[in-house]
């Protein structure tokens, strides 16, 4: 997903929660931002590692291990790179 097209979607979903009426509708507009921004982060990730940031680096901004944030994105980077 593009990044602009994120952005976009993750505005939606913060005004479909904004203007949500019920618990309902507030739960399912944080899912879709949720979503949404996991999603993105697994493309910056993706993009980190690309441009030749270290799974270290990466760990260190988590506050986790280099095992930690590999196995939270790598499956999802190995899935891309097929």
């Given at each position: ?8 979607q993750l505005r939606k979903a913060l005004d479909a929660l904004e203007s949500a ?62």
């Open positions: 997903m593009s990044q602009k097209k994120a952005f976009a009426d019920g618990p309902r509708e507030r739960l399912s507009a944080v899912r879709r931002l949720r979503q949404t921004a996991e999603e993105l982060e697994g493309d910056l990730v993706e993009e980190a590692r690309s441009a030749g940031l270290r799974w270290s680096d990466i760990g260190e901004l988590y506050g986790t291990s280099k095992q930690g944030v590999q196995q939270r994105f790598r499956r999802r980077i190995g899935k891309a790179a097929e």
